[in-house]
């Protein structure tokens, strides 16, 4: 099987750099509604903006959205970010992000990013997300539910 192709894999520092200093980069958060619920989002206000919600798997069965995609294209086109911008994928820790980079790289999008490790980051030796790496052990802004 091919590798799956996108632009690359990002930190959450990186990708916050770029969304500070770019106006036409998004943040789509691909991890399930549960997990924005009781998890948290990464929250855009510093920067007047939103992460853009897109469920690569759909709670509480974890099947793959189908549609994500064509649903995440839709919503990027309707925000006004063309196929060029830097487009930064979230999941809890990185691998359904880079297969949402990967769909959306297959339809046209040539920045379409990964941001490594995720929202809570590799697990520590007790099993516990959240403190090694990702979005939060970066002390990027997030907000609860």
Not at 63 to 77: I, M
Not at 85 to 103: D, E, K, T, Y
């Amino acid at each position: 099987m091919p590798a799956a192709h996108y632009a690359g894999d990002v930190t959450p520092g990186e990708a916050w750099r770029v969304l500070s200093q770019t106006p036409q980069a998004q943040l789509v958060d691909v991890r399930t509604s549960a997990e924005w619920q009781f998890v948290g989002l990464p929250d855009l206000t510093p920067l007047n903006r939103r992460p853009l919600l897109s469920e690569w798997q759909t709670y509480p069965d974890m099947s793959v959205n189908a549609a994500f995609a064509e649903e995440t294209d839709a919503a990027l086109s309707a925000a006004g970010i063309a196929k060029t911008a830097p487009v930064f994928l979230l999941c809890r820790s990185g691998a359904r992000s880079r297969a949402a980079a990967a769909a959306l790289t297959g339809l046209g999008y040539s920045a379409a990013y990964n941001i490594a490790h995720g929202f809570e980051g590799d697990p520590d030796s007790d099993g516990h997300r959240g403190a090694i790496n990702g979005w939060k052990a970066d002390n990027l802004p997030w907000r609860q539910g």
